[in-house]
């Protein structure tokens, strides 16, 4: 069955960062898109970046341009989220999800990970 298990959350500082994985099961992460989105207490869930499948492009949310990086390791059926200059404002349980689609611009995403937490503070 399809199975999403994140991991590399942890405690930074600011301007530090981390790289989040997104280790998939039951199907191939490079034919579809992976989504990561978080979410902060108190507010809604978010969308942070995505990586489409079939070589399809990336996606980022404006709040993150230039400071994280989306990639895929399809040997390992992994999705990772590299995270630079992170800021107290990034601090969130975060999330991957795919609907098993190819397209980012696809809303379908119906099988999500248990998230990991990330907290910047100084």
């Known amino acids: 069955q399809v199975q999403l298990v994140e991991s590399g959350g942890g405690l930074v500082q600011p301007g530090g960062s981390l790289r989040l994985s997104c280790a998939a099961s039951?199907?191939?992460?490079?034919?579809?898109?992976i989504a990561w989105f978080r979410q902060a207490p108190g507010k809604e869930r978010e969308g942070v970046s995505c990586i489409s499948g079939l070589e399809k492009g990336v996606w980022y949310e404006d709040p993150v341009k230039g400071r994280f990086t989306i990639s895929r390791d399809n040997a390992k059926n992994t999705v990772y989220l590299q995270m630079l200059s992170l800021k107290p404002e990034d601090t969130a349980v975060y999330y991957c999800a795919t609907g098993r689609r190819v397209y980012c611009s696809d809303p379908v995403k119906n099988y999500w990970g248990q998230g990991t937490q990330v907290t910047v503070t100084s």
């Open positions: 039951g199907f191939k992460v490079a034919n579809y898109a």
